[in-house]
């Protein structure tokens, strides 16, 4: 008892020293950056108020609007601190070119990345493998994302969206965008990608698992990668499974002599590393889930915003079903793989959302060199810094985009607009051993981002995101449940609509 009340009786002296102790720290803090000399060969650095946050609240609650307004006070390069981490963003056509461009030895995206991606992918994949091997991984899922496959893709697809939708009642209600569109597009990918055993057991275990590796991609995880909290060890968990789902659907192909499938797991199987020896059954594993999540998350995300933006625009919605009336004859004809391909404004209604809502608004480097140096300026960027570029800002900047926060698909047609000038400089032909990049790094449109680390599968991902939206607005009549479009939600990785994102729909037959 005498123990409590010493305890007790010296709690105000405690919480007295408490808040002084926090109180030295906030002024130290706060008075270090307005006296201590700024280094003028580096970025200017955004003030912050928090000691170890930094501007992590701020960056948080809106990433897009605390990047433009440091932008208008320090230019197109600055650091800031989040969570103990200082952060080098660079904006701009240049900036892009400068982060996606940078050479291995000075800036890695491994080095960036890798804490929080081995746990949800698995080990020796992605950018837990070193870096030549990571480039063979690539190249053997860019070869899996060929015409042949996405030919058998389309009816698939078709299919997979016309049966997701016969659970919706008839003759109307109302449908979650992206919650729907993100239940959609994990069947079409499984079906087109996974492989028929995934498919089959999409409404038994594998949701459950995806669901709990999913929980591994939050901005805490990029933080923090590994604490000890129960949706860490059901990641883990997840992680092991599907790896052991994966082996065993291999082994019984191999034991069938199963190899006549046109998916993603199947090429993965018949391909070999350049050494002549076969992708291991756990290599073959941390690649499908990467894939999985790699083209899950952006065709969710992009589909449910293109659906929301359409629905503010029902004009829109008429002139994608005439240019089917007037490319393929009626809205009854078969969509194919080759005639997706001449719908013009389909195409462009595709652009257009990824401009205004990429799903990845930022993409980072890590500086491994002892410095860094952006040409353009002389700044020099110290190792441990993170570099950072931000297509989310560049693709609504009126440096290159004429009204760039209005959706306008058509500015993709319009041959005077300038947004047909975007695409300069000769790195777009670089081949890092998966075949040319195809687009410069000094484009402000990079929603697949550039260089080394350009994402493979765009080709796929227009491809089902074509076929999606084309099937639906066959289907539907729809508008906003409520008057103007959602706004961004930034809590996740992956930039998505405001819960409840509600599209209110009718049935057209």
Known sequence: MALISAVFSSL???????????GVAFAIHILSQLIVPKDPRQPPVVFSILPFMGNAVEFG??????????????????????????????????????VFNAKQNLSSAAEAYNDMTKYVFGREVVYDAPHNIFMEQKRFIKAGLNSEHFRQHVPMIVEETTEFFKQFKKPSGLMEAYSTFGELIICTASRCLMGKEIRAALDESVAGLYYDLDQGFKPINFMFPNLPLPSYKRRDIACEKMANLYSSIIQRRKAENDNSNADLLQALMDATY???????????????????????????TTSAWTMLELANQPELIAALRQEQIEKLGSLKAELTFDNLKDMPLLEAVIRETLRLHPPIFQMMRKVVADKIVYEKSGFEIPK??????????????????????????YRWLEKTDPVHQLEVGDDANIDYGF???????????????????????????????????????????????????????????????????????????
């Open 12 to 22: 105000p002296t405690l919480l007295t020293y408490g808040a002084l102790a926090l």
């Open 61 to 98: 609650m809106n990433p897009i609007q605390f990047l433009k307004k440091c932008q208008e006070k320090y230019g197109d390069v600055f650091t800031f601190y989040m969570v103990g981490k200082r952060v080098t963003v660079c904006l701009g056509a240049d900036g892009n070119q400068f």
């Open 274 to 300: 350049k050494d002549g020896t076969s992708i291991p059954d756990k290599h073959i594993a941390g690649m499908m889930i990467a894939v999985l999540f790699g083209g899950q998350h952006t065709s969710a």
């Open 384 to 409: 441990g810094n993170f570099i950072c570029a931000a297509p989310g800002v560049t693709q609504v900047d009126e440096k290159y985009f004429n009204e760039p926060t209005k959706y306008n698909p």
């Open 435 to 509: 075949g040319a990049v195809g687009i410069s790094s000094k484009s402000p449109f990079l929603p697949f981002g550039a260089g080394r680390h350009r994402c493979i599968g765009e080709q796929f991902g227009y491809l089902q995101l074509k076929t999606i939206v084309s099937t639906f607005i066959r289907t539907f009549d729809f508008e906003l449940e409520k008057e103007g479009v959602p706004k961004p939600d930034y809590t996740s990785m992956v930039v998505v609509p405001e819960h409840p994102s509600n599209l209110k729909y009718t049935w057209r037959e």
